[in-house]
């Protein structure tokens, strides 16, 4: 870890102010953060705490939730709202890291939480993302947790969050601080797919801040996280999916699904519920619905098989919600 | 400018890299929180602050300015073991010993979770309070491994303790 | 006073039996169960000593090359810094297990990525951190490297061949060829590699983790060019071995040069991810099994084949055929390992090496071989235990493997009859069944202990025997109070200090039968002095709760003591009782799993061990050995597996993120059976060890399970949901 200068932000300004400033970063719950800052993947220079800022209310906004960029992932997860008309969420929340990363972690950091992959936490490593330029260890190296979809040839990096990929499904969006403007952006297009700059995971600008996440009006319906990884708990995903399901008369009324372990970013494609809102429920449309998921798929060798798993993932959760028999 | 452990204060360190697990095991001389990866990838260092569980290896110092820690020579001593000392003791749930402050800490947290209702991957229905099986407890300790492979006896004297308690 | 044995004959005078005090075997708790409970254990990095300074590894970033300059100066300047050490005597390697001499010492020499080239001393650990990363070196490539154990030069290693095995396969009624592959195993202990060295001038004391001090001792002398009694090795608590911490490590050497040359004590741990580059991986294997069999199922031929890998330079291969010569009949034998030489780090011990990946194969060739015959899978097994060992003739000293087969079996519930997959399925789950045999080869060696009597009606137990976990403290404490007719807890049992008699060291299952004779043989030598002062003969001595007690007579121990405490050191050393004999563990494992149709994904249900150990000396800490055991079973089968880079060589998942040991969640409820043996030539306690046993073979059952549940027979070790799923029948 480098030396740095360390800064309480005893107020929302004061941190705003600073995080605009080459070589600042902002510490959260630093679960991501201190892990990569003793790896010397990330070298601030200015580390601002704003832990003590109170951002992480969740409160009832509209007819949705307002989840403050600092509720912890603990406390998203127990919040009575969330379990009773945002069930995915709190899945998704459950099925990632530990109870005791939960309690630290927050709703911005896992947000920006950085990929996981073997050459971007390894300095002695080529990694793009890392060290714009030096190349991509995974392509011809070990690519078991990479990206099958939206990858370029300089980065196949996954994002490995569980929490956004639940708020894909839910169509939740990103409030965000800057120093000019405020804004809100979808979380489905919060983060950015690699193409020729995958050192930058999101669309945050120098200068802005995550302020809050925003959960639309309850749907209810079915809603399922499947998370498939290697051991029972505390490993990252291969595949996951989250999935917000409607079912009227044996027909779609919706079908929101979003995909972790698959793309730099938690994968949302609109033509899966163009293609299974209205239609009955059956194998075969599930295996169309894959098809269109994975009409673009590619394997780096080593990560061939998300392809198929993802196929039967999607298949698994949708008999699940939809009760077809396979 | 202190940091609280287990009811004593201790002033915050110079070099704000240090984490607060290096902190207890050095400057607060306590080394029963472990260090065992540094990267929040085995919860040997689980302590708790302000009741609840955290990777202390991934929290700095200076960051816990009038926090209040409790660490497992918090829990228990020679003289006066906690129950889930004992337990641990009583249903061999260590073999090393190196991951078990780390397991102690976190069992008694997770006891005040289920308490509390909250629910973890394992619970079946997110609205109903959470009961403490096998399969809930298991899945609430596996941020803290054990290489031994204590587990089975992990759970035996978590349930022990559990059951006095209930 | 002392007693030496080398044990040449069977001793099936079960001594042990004999006793009043009725504590051998006993289910009774850890004696530094509350200090390990409490946080107060001290494990090498813990010890304070005034003045410390902090060291950190520096590790090249090249498969195979040399250093040709560290540049000091980019870190000597920063806050803090002390020295880069570069000595010609650091060591690039590990040593082996019971090297007893320096591992290589390669000066700037680099054989694999990430092995250690300097140590960055400074007065704090973060500082030192820091320099440690940014300390630059040039270095350049110096040859090919090879990284691919398939592709690489082979060397043969070891073979046994008998009658005509392609012959057999060619006339049998039945026939297996299979070819499994297993992947990398790192030992993963919970506690990294750590040293703290003080040198006075003179003498050099280092606490450090380390399993096996004798041999420490003597490696790091030579390393340092120190004579051995200028050493002292303190590890009274290690966090874990498996095999990791047999040999000293890079950071010990490191922390006692950079000691002795700055003359104030050095404290260096490993991270984490040095510790998974460059600490011994368990070599990854590829195992040919071919099984001739009759109608009935008799074995006619047996063939296992493997290829292991390790670094140019290193003796040690992955021993996988070790049980494969005696599990099983089968007149006509193919046995063959083959090392293949190529640059990762060092393949050396771990956890139960050779059996560990080698006995589950062979049960999976069984369970398909089984399969073909439409025979129940305990049947096949039953009906293939050889008279004598196949290719030696000697004798089996005692084997429980028939009962353990058939006991595990009632006590799991186990339905005999022949496998047919798909037959259960719980919603998404597909559940099955499987069984397998274990076997751990025994190992005995040399090992000293001293006990003393003292008049307050106590005894001290020392040895540099060390406790990683395995229950050391428990079993001498057992063995001692058996003897002496003392309770436990008024042995003081005190491990890991050379300046105690050297022990065995913990590894290959060894420690307790060693070291357990040891102090068995020291209290012989103590009641036969017991005796002499009573002036009866020692068969006719009873000694329980601190009072000896003889026909027509009982006086306090204290009172024959004569305030006076009195010693004896034991001396076990192996004879030719283990050569002249078949001498192993045997038992059996049945799993229960479940696999999810769409995913691939397994979970092992519950799991049934039954184990002939010998004699078990602590009920408690042997079931704990094999509950541990079984839980290595899990990572092995199904979540284990070091991923090297195929282009530079690198290890890619070096943290317990990416390495994934079986988590809480992984492992359901163990069930443990020890059934009763006595093992009169595997030691003079009739004991045998159990470290190893519980994951020799394991695996293998949970394949057979996945088999039974879902129709997949998978040949690659761990058998991940993505390898799961390319073998399974459509959904």
Redesign the interface.
């Known amino acids: 870890?480098?030396?740095f200068d360390y800064q309480r932000a005893e107020r929302f300004e004061h941190a705003a102010q600073l995080v605009g400033e080459d070589g600042t970063r902002l510490l959260a719950g630093g679960t991501n953060l201190i892990d990569l800052m003793?790896l010397?993947v990330e070298t601030p220079q200015t580390l601002v705490d704003i832990g003590r800022l109170s951002l992480g209310t969740i409160a009832e906004e509209g007819d949705g939730l307002r989840i403050g960029a600092l509720a912890t992932n603990t406390a998203t997860a127990v919040d009575p709202r969330v379990r009773r008309d945002y069930p995915v969420l709190a899945r998704a929340i459950l099925a990632g890291a530990t109870q005791q990363l939960r309690n630290k972690a927050t709703t911005a950091g896992n947000l920006c939480q950085r990929t996981?992959c073997?050459?971007f936490t390894?300095?002695?490593?080529p990694c793009n993302k890392r060290e714009p330029g030096s190349g991509c260890?995974a392509i011809?190296?070990?690519a078991?947790?990479h990206a099958v979809l939206g990858t370029s040839d300089q980065c196949i990096a996954t994002y490995p969050g569980d929490m956004a990929v639940a708020l894909a499904a839910l169509d939740a969006r990103v409030e965000i601080s800057g120093e000019r403007r405020s804004r809100s952006v979808r979380l489905r297009d919060f983060h950015r797919l690699p193409g020729d700059t995958p050192w930058r995971d999101n669309v945050l600008d120098a200068g802005e801040v995550i302020t809050a996440v925003t959960l639309p009006a309850p749907v209810g319906g079915i809603q399922l996280y499947r998370k498939?990884?290697?051991?029972?708990?505390?490993?990252?995903a291969?595949v996951s999916v989250a999935a917000v399901i409607g079912i009227e008369e044996n027909r779609f009324t919706r079908a929101d699904l979003a995909f972790g372990g698959l793309a730099h970013k938690p994968w949302h494609d609109p033509r899966l519920a163009e293609l299974l809102v209205g239609s009955e429920p059956s194998l075969a449309l599930f295996d169309k619905a894959a098809d269109l998921l994975l009409e673009d798929a590619r394997g780096y060798g080593e990560n061939d098989?998300k392809i198929?798993?993802a196929r039967?993932?999607l298949?698994?959760v949708l008999?699940?919600a939809t009760g077809v028999e396979? | 400018m202190a940091i609280s452990i287990n009811g004593q204060d201790y002033p915050l360190p110079a070099?704000p890299?240090?984490s607060l697990l290096?902190f207890l095991?050095?400057e607060a001389?306590?080394?029963?929180?472990?260090?065992?990866?540094?990267?929040g990838?085995?919860g040997?260092c689980t302590v708790l602050v302000g009741g609840v569980r955290i990777n202390s290896c991934l929290s700095l110092a200076v960051t816990h300015e009038g926090d209040e820690v409790t660490?497992?020579?918090g829990?228990?001593?020679?003289a006066a073991?906690g129950a889930m000392?004992?337990a641990?003791?009583?249903h061999?749930g260590?073999?090393?010993?190196?991951?078990?402050?780390g397991q102690?800490c976190s069992a008694t947290a997770m006891l005040q979770e289920i308490a509390a209702g909250w629910p973890s991957d394992?619970t079946e229905d997110l609205d109903a309070a959470p009961a403490l099986t096998?399969a809930e407890?298991?899945?609430r300790?596996?941020g803290?491994?054990?290489?031994?492979?204590?587990?089975?006896?992990?759970v035996a004297a978590i349930r022990d303790v559990a059951g006095a308690e209930a | 006073m002392s007693v030496h044995l080398k044990q040449d004959k069977p001793d099936t005078r079960n001594v042990l039996d004999t006793m009043a005090q009725g504590v051998i075997g006993a289910d009774l708790?850890?004696p530094?169960?509350?200090?390990?409970?409490?946080?107060?254990?001290?494990?090498a990095?813990?010890y304070?000593a005034d003045g410390m300074l902090e060291g950190v590894l520096v590790t090249a970033?090249v498969v195979r090359g040399e250093i040709a300059s560290i540049n000091e100066a980019s870190v000597l300047g920063m806050?803090g810094v002390r020295a880069v050490i570069s000595d010609k005597r650091m060591t690039g390697r590990p040593a082996q297990g019971t090297a007893g001499e320096a591992p290589f010492q390669p000066a700037r020499e680099v054989c694999y990525w990430g092995q250690p080239v300097a140590l960055v001393v400074a007065e704090?650990?973060?500082q030192a951190?820091?320099a440690a990363?940014r300390l630059a070196l040039d270095w350049h490539g110096t040859g090919d490297a090879p990284l691919d154990p398939e592709a690489a030069e082979t060397e043969k290693d070891e073979s046994t061949r008998k009658g005509d095995l392609a012959h057999a396969m060619a006339e049998a009624a039945h026939t297996v060829d299979v070819t499994i592959t297993t992947e990398g195993h790192a030992?993963?202990?919970?506690?990294?590699h750590a040293a703290l060295a003080q040198w006075d001038g003179r003498t050099l004391t280092v606490h450090a983790s380390l399993q096996m001090l004798k041999y420490n001792r003597a490696e790091l002398a030579d390393s340092l060019k120190l004579e051995e009694e200028q050493v002292r090795l303190v590890s009274p608590?290690?966090?874990?071995?498996?095999g990791s911490k047999l040999g000293i490590s890079q950071e010990v050497v490191a922390a006692s040069l950079a000691a002795m040359q700055l003359g104030r004590p050095v404290r260096v741990?490993m991270?984490?991810q040095q510790v998974f580059q460059t600490i011994m991986r368990r070599s990854e294997t590829r195992q040919r099994i071919r099984l001739a069999a009759d109608a009935e199922g008799r074995l006619t031929g047996f063939g296992h084949e493997a290829l292991v890998s390790n670094l140019p330079g290193e003796d040690f291969a992955e021993p996988v055929l070790q049980s494969s010569q005696f599990l099983y009949g089968g007149d006509n034998r193919l046995l063959k390992l083959d090392l293949a030489r190529i640059h990762r780090m060092t393949a050396g011990s771990v956890r139960a090496p050779g059996e560990a990946v080698g006995v589950q194969t062979v049960e999976q060739a069984m369970d398909i071989l089984a399969e073909k015959l439409g025979m129940d899978p305990i049947a096949l097994r039953l009906r293939n235990l050889p008279d004598a060992h196949p290719a030696k003739g000697t004798p089996f000293s005692s084997r429980k493997l028939a009962e353990c087969l058939e006991e595990g079996a009632k006590a799991f519930g186990w339905e005999p009859r022949p496998r047919a997959p798909r037959h259960t399925r719980e919603g998404?789950w597909w559940i099955g069944t499987g069984v397998a045999s274990a076997a751990r080869v025994h190992a005995v060696v040399e090992a000293k202990a001293r006990v003393t009597l003292r008049p307050d009606r106590t005894a001290l137990v020392e040895t540099d025997m060390t406790d990683?976990?395995?229950?050391t403290y428990t079993i001498l404490g057992q063995i001692a109070g058996e003897m002496l007719g003392l309770m436990p807890d008024d042995i003081d049992v005190r491990l890991g200090d050379t300046d105690f008699p050297p022990g065995s060291g913990s590894g290959g299952s060894w420690g307790a039968p060693s070291c357990g004779s040891a102090v068995f043989l020291a209290c012989e030598g103590l009641r036969k002095d017991i005796a002499r002062r009573l002036d009866i003969g020692t068969d006719d001595l009873t000694l329980k709760d601190g009072l000896a007690r003889w026909d027509g007579g009982e006086t306090a121990l204290a009172d024959i003591l004569g305030g006076e405490p009195l010693d004896c050191i034991g001396h076990f050393e192996p004879g030719s009782s283990i050569e002249d004999a078949t001498v192993s563990s045997f038992g059996a494992f049945f799993a229960e799993v479940a696999v999810?149709?769409?995913?691939?994904?397994t979970?092992v249900r519950r799991m049934t061990g039954a184990f002939g150990i010998g004699r078990v000396l602590s009920a408690?800490?042997a079931?704990?050995?094999c509950?541990?055991?079984?839980?290595?079973c899990i990572g092995n089968a199904?979540?284990e597996s070091l991923?090297?880079?195929?282009?530079?060589g690198?290890l890619?998942?070096?943290?317990?993120?990416?390495y994934?040991?079986?988590?809480?969640?992984?492992?359901p409820?163990?069930e443990v059976l020890l059934l009763e043996e006595r093992d009169a030539a595997a030691s003079p306690i009739q004991a045998k060890g159990v470290g190893e046993l519980g994951l020799c073979g394991g695996a293998g059952a949970i394949a057979n399970a996945i088999y039974d549940a879902c129709g997949a027979r998978v040949f690659a070790y761990p058998m991940?949901?993505?390898r799961v799923?390319?073998a399974m029948p459509d959904?």
């Open positions: 870890m480098r030396p003793k010397q996981r073997y050459n390894n300095i002695d490593q260890g011809k190296g070990i078991r947790l498939v990884r290697e051991r029972s708990s505390y490993a990252f291969l098989f198929p798993l039967r993932t298949a698994a008999c699940e396979p | 070099d890299r240090t290096d095991r050095r001389g306590l080394t029963g929180t472990k260090k065992g990866c540094d990267h990838q085995c040997a660490t497992i020579e829990l228990g001593t020679l073991p000392q004992a641990f003791v009583a061999d260590f073999q090393c010993g190196y991951c078990t402050p102690i394992a096998d407890i298991r899945e300790m596996s803290n491994l054990c290489r031994c492979g204590a587990y089975p006896n992990i | 708790p850890r530094e169960g509350l200090i390990k409970v409490t946080g107060t254990a001290i494990y990095a813990e304070r970033p806050p704090t650990f973060e951190r820091d990363k030992s993963a202990a919970m506690e990294p608590y290690v966090g874990g071995g498996f741990v991270s984490r998404e990683i976990g395995t229950g999810n149709r769409w995913t691939g994904e979970r408690r800490t079931r704990s050995q509950l541990g055991g079984m839980t290595w199904l979540t991923m090297f880079d195929p282009v530079d690198h890619a998942n070096c943290d317990l993120a990416e994934h040991v079986p988590v809480h969640r992984d492992v409820a163990l991940t949901p993505d799923i390319a959904i």
